[in-house]
């Protein structure tokens, strides 16, 4: 499921440096988080949708990995930042 152009923006903004990051670990994390929530949604209505499945399995696993970036590499911001976004650790 795509995000809407506005919501990127505004996930840009909010944990990049500025409102060209959209390559940092956090504004990653972020944007993957949406779009894990929006295809979680669609799952629940399309149980069949073994695509979507899938896609939803793989940004799982990219958004893990970006975590695990996250903790090692700056500790003090991992905890109030997954605390923020509503991710189980």
Known sequence: MAL???LKQELV???GANEKDTG???VQIALLTKEI???TIHLK???HDGSSRRG???KVGARKSLLAYLA????????PFI????IRK
Do not use: I, Q
Not at 72 to 79: I, L, M, R, T
Not at 83 to 86: A, D, N, P, V, Y
């Open 24 to 26: 940092s670990v956090k």
């Open 45 to 47: 209505n399309n149980k």
């Open 83 to 86: 605390k923020e976004l509503g």
């Open 37 to 39: 929530e929006a295809l």
């Open 56 to 58: 939803l399995f793989t």
């Open 13 to 15: 903004a909010k944990y």
């Open 72 to 79: 090692k590499n700056d500790p003090e911001g991992y905890a």
């Open 4 to 6: 809407s152009k506005e």
